[in-house]
């Protein structure tokens, strides 16, 4: 079978989704006997939806350098479910009369969770129509929440840039005495797990260091023990540093807010970090600082993990290689030993990872639930190592802004 | 004259002002036949009504070089304001009783404008003792607000961090498109002046590249002008990215807070960033994501500015000639060429500097008031060009954690 490959991004983006991108499209090009064109969907599978492709040829061998190691999705992202096929058959007639009209046999896609139950649904709809397809799920998350795989891209940078800026953080707390006592809070990204937030753990070069506490989804928030920690350290080391995933839940199951400003119509924006900080300084008149890391982690390219660039662009490659020969399924990593560590991509079953999560688990998180193991510690450290610099220019980061035409739609338009 | 160096840091610390402090160090040691010992105190001038001191000899060359590279203040800093000289004699009796304990003859004091004050007020109660004592200023904040020097130590690797943060966020910002239009804030330091604010126009490659807005403390924040620009950016780019300083101001000379929590007695803790992402998701319905970036943004020494390093480092060197030479003041940076950017440092008199505080010039304001001119730009690409990267271990920095012991006290304890 021979015929195009489409590409897509999904999703929340990461430092490290556009080195997926350019892993594919460096091995699409080394299978001309197999891969016609290698084209792009804008903005995922809506972009496949609304026929907004582009041909990838137009770039270059630099092009394709700069794209390694630019952050975000250079090809345009979105949030969007398909139908149950059996739901709005319309929808996939669509999206299969898109595929052949540009030939395309092989259809990756980049992302999370979601994206992969995306991955299922078309390579199903494909198997039960008849259309000669292979479905190859690339993993994507800064959240490291998919199932399977021993770790995801996205995830090794966005640890680094955290783990980094707590250290740095930490210095910082550390050089300013105050006789009320000093705390530092700063909410990471992580709804459901904590992987981000834990990650900050390697920060710590010992029990004193930055982050002196971890709060993590996992792990139910309870405001006594947690402000009675607060105060052990303050009084211990003379300032404590608190590192918040977004999503942690109170013994109600609620995910700390501001409510107040909930329930007098205020729209939500304050979450977890600012609530922490506003309890310590509340309830121990400690000064208080916070920071919201948000978008900021999650594109931190400049300082991106050298295995993570490296295991992007592996999945990428590794996801073309799988599709001409015909395997669907999911790129996983699996890790083949710890201490040097040593890796290599899989292949995942659809069903074993579309629309799962995967939590820390408990083997992981220490025993008073306010710091992690060194099981995950030995587990996390390889994934942070190593510096990968993007090029800078004038003092910045060099990026590629990819601005490659759409190609002539071959159908109707339409609007998904 | 011959005797001792003390050293000290103050005010909030920078990614660069231990770079002074090895730069004061190495100086030092070049002029054995002027200065005996190289002392630094502990926390700043608090440090030295304390008498907690310690000897810089312990640090080796390798240290030294470390030391360089570490953001934090290694010795720590203070905010701590002597009182006029006539109000509190008893405060500088002390003062000088430890200064004269330990034989020190050159006061080396690094910190932004309160700090210069205080340099004044020592220097000018040794003279008016007959004490003979040179003191000499040395600058650093992120916040660029020190008068009479071109730029300040600090700031330009705050810039950079920030430019660079807000380049990679506009990325991952155009990557996903909603049909309710997105918008993304970012509050950054800056409660008088807008340096930092505006050094993030430094991002855009072009006009629809992130930062689309920036709120300066110089510009009074007009709130339906503000949001008729958003929305202006959405309906043009899709997407608005805005960075505030956390200082603007409403027509009422208000800083902008979250005041219904302020009413209801709790803690104010969201600022500007908060209040204006509040408001373009409460006016104009759109999806907004804020970061608020805090002490991140002077502690991220993993992005530091070469140009801002090299200077932080000679600031140092030159106040340890300066102080030998007998000449007290405030060490500058004295800009003189632009293009193929050239400097050197100079010196203030403590009266042009202390107290004082700069904020932007109206011709770095963009008429609108919503960005900067290119005058702004070609005074700031300088300070944040080159990169200066700490060596990395096991994927993070590997900074110093200073421990050196406290010297053995010669007067009696002393609480200030």
Same sequence: chains 1, 2.
Avoid at 59 to 84: E, I, M, Y
Avoid at 239 to 258: F, H, N, S, T, Y
Avoid at 310 to 327: E, L, N, S
Wanted: aromatic content about 8%; glycine content about 10%.
């Amino acid at each position: 079978m021979k015929g195009s490959l489409l590409y897509a991004q999904s999703g929340g983006v990461t430092a490290v989704i556009n080195a997926s991108a350019a892993g594919v499209i460096s091995e699409a090009r080394l299978q001309p006997e197999r891969i016609e064109r290698v084209l792009a969907a804008r903005n995922g599978i809506l972009g496949v939806l609304r026929e907004t492709l582009v041909d990838t040829a137009a770039l270059s061998g630099a092009d394709l350098a700069r794209l390694r190691t630019t952050p975000g999705g250079a090809f345009g992202s979105c949030r969007f479910d398909l139908d149950p096929a059996e739901n709005n058959p319309l929808q996939y007639d669509r999206l299969f009369d898109v595929l052949a009209a540009h030939d395309i046999r092989f259809f990756l896609y980049n992302g999370g969770n979601g994206s992969m139950e995306t991955c299922r649904q078309v390579q199903s709809a494909a198997d039960a129509r008849g259309y000669p397809l292979t479905v190859v799920g690339v993993p994507k998350t800064v959240d490291n929440d998919i199932v399977g795989t021993d770790c995801s891209p996205g995830f090794g940078s966005a640890a680094k840039y955290l783990a980094t800026s707590v250290r740095e953080v930490g210095l910082d707390l550390a050089a300013m005495t105050t006789n009320a006592g000093r705390a530092f809070v700063l909410e990471v990204m992580g709804r459901n797990a904590g992987w981000l937030a834990a990650a900050c753990a390697l920060a710590a070069e010992d029990a004193d260091a930055a982050p002196h506490i971890i709060l993590m989804p996992e792990v139910v928030f309870d405001e006594a023990r947690f402000l009675a920690r607060v105060q052990a350290v303050v009084e211990r080391v003379g300032a404590c540093a608190v590192v918040v995933a977004e999503g942690i839940r109170g013994p109600d199951g609620q995910i700390l807010a501001m409510q107040d400003r909930n329930q007098k119509g205020y729209v939500q924006l304050g979450g977890a970090g600012e609530v922490v900080a506003e309890r310590i300084h509340a309830c121990l008149g400690y000064k208080v600082h916070y920071a919201l890391a948000d978008y900021l982690q999650r594109s931190a390219r400049h300082i991106a993990s050298r295995t993570d660039t490296a295991q992007a662009f592996a999945v990428g490659k590794a996801a073309v290689r799988r599709a001409v020969a015909g395997q669907c399924g999911v790129v996983g990593i699996e890790r083949l030993t710890d201490d040097a560590y040593r890796w290599r991509t899989n292949l995942l079953p659809f069903e074993q990872v579309a629309n799962l999560e995967r939590s820390l688990p408990a083997e992981f998180i220490a025993a008073d639930g306010f710091g992690v193991t060194e099981a995950f510690r030995r587990w996390c450290r390889p994934l942070i190592a190593g510096e990968d610099w993007p090029v800078f220019k004038d003092g910045l980061p060099d990026y590629l802004r990819l601005q490659l035409p759409l190609l002539q739609p071959l159908l109707p338009s339409h609007s998904p």
